[in-house]
C-alpha cells in the first residue's frame, strides 16, 4: 500500500514539473553593449520612450508596464499608467517608489542619469540604427519577456514587407524626407528612417549625409532638388503646412505639387508600426494610390499583413497557387470579397513571391 502511495505521490510530482511554467534565466544585449542577465520575467517595467512602449503592448506583455513618459501614447489604453517624467530626464525619486525589475529607455538621458539609474536597476538601451536593429530590438524584448512567438510574427512583417511592396512595381524618385522645416532637418547615415527609405525603394537625397539628423541650408536644398518632398503631418501641420517662398517655391517638388505627408509615429518610431508607414509612403508616392490597400500573405512565415498591421493568417488558405480569405473576415476587415473568396479577383494587382510562398495584393 505504502509503495503504491509512493509511485503516485511520485507521479503527481512529475506532471506537475511538467505542466509548471519554466522561467528560466534570460541574457539580453542592450544597444550599447551592455549584457543583464532577468532570472524571471520582468512584472515591474518601466519604459522611457514610445517605440518601447508601442513594442511591449504589440508582444501582450503590457501587464507589466509600470510606468511611461508624456509622449507614450499608442495604444490609447497606455494614458491610464502613470507618467515618471520625460524620456530625457526621468523621475528618480518617483521611479524609487515604484521599485522597478526593468528600465527600458534610449540614449537620450544623461551619462550621470544613466549611471544614477544603473546603481539601482537593470537598465537595458535601445538605439535601433537601422530597420535591422528595430527586428532585432523585438526579438530580445520578446526574450525579456518571454513573448518569443508573437515577436517572431513582428519580425517576419518587417522583413517581409519591404519585399511585399517592391514587387507591386512603381517608380523609386528621389524623396527628401523631413524631420522638420524651420530649420530643415532630414536624415542622413546611421538612422532606421535612412535604412527604411532605402528597402522600400525609395532613393534619400541626404542617404550619403554623415550627421544622422543634417540640418539643411538654402543652398543645400537647391542643389538636393527632389522629386518628391515627404513631411511629418502632425508636427508639421498636416495639410495646412506651408512650403510658400523661397528657396521652397523654387524646388522642383514643390512647383510640381509633389508634397506628400505621413504619419510622424508610424516613421518616426523604432517599432511594430513601422511597418505601417513603410506602406503608407509606398501607396503615396511610389504607385500614386494613397486610398489603395496592401494585403501580403506569406504561407512559409505564416504571417498576414494588411497595410502593415498584422492580421489573422489563419483565416487564409492557399489552393492551387491562390489565396483566399474567409468572407466573414474579408468584412471585418473591410475587404470587398468575391462569393469565392479568391483575392486575386477583388485586387487592383498582384504579385507573387515564390521564396515566401507570398501573395501580395493591390486593394481598393
Known sequence: MRSRFSRIIALALAVLMLTAPVSAAVKVTDDVGKTITLTSVPKRVISLAPNVTEIIYALGAQSSLMGRTPVDDYPPEVKNVPVMGDYTQPNIELLLTKKPDLIIGTVSFSKDTYDIMQKYWNVFIADSKSVNDVSSLIDRMGMIFQKQTQAKKLEEQIRLMPVALKSLGGQHPRVLLLMWNDPPMSVGKGTFINDMLSQIGLISVTASYSQPWPTLGEESLLN?????????????????????????????????????????????????????????????????????????????????????????????????????????????????????????????????????????????
Open 224 to 364: 538636393l532638388n527632389p522629386d518628391y518632398i515627404l513631411y511629418p503631418e502632425k508636427s508639421m501641420g498636416g495639410e495646412t503646412a506651408s512650403f510658400k517662398g523661397q528657396p521652397w517655391s523654387d524646388l522642383k517638388a514643390v512647383k510640381q505639387g509633389k508634397v506628400v505627408s505621413f504619419n510622424d509615429d508610424w516613421v518616426f518610431r523604432a517599432g511594430p508600426r513601422l511597418t505601417q508607414g513603410m506602406a503608407q509612403l509606398y501607396l503615396k508616392v511610389s504607385l500614386q494610390k494613397p486610398e489603395a490597400k496592401v494585403l501580403f500573405v506569406s504561407n512559409k512565415a505564416q504571417v498576414a499583413s494588411l497595410n502593415g498591421s498584422l492580421i489573422d493568417y489563419s483565416k487564409f488558405t492557399l489552393k492551387n497557387g491562390r489565396f483566399y480569405i474567409d468572407p466573414a473576415y474579408a468584412k471585418q476587415l473591410g475587404i470587398a470579397a468575391s462569393s469565392t473568396a479568391n483575392l486575386r479577383s477583388i485586387s487592383l494587382q498582384t504579385a507573387w513571391v515564390s521564396t515566401e510562398k507570398m501573395g501580395v495584393f493591390l486593394l481598393k
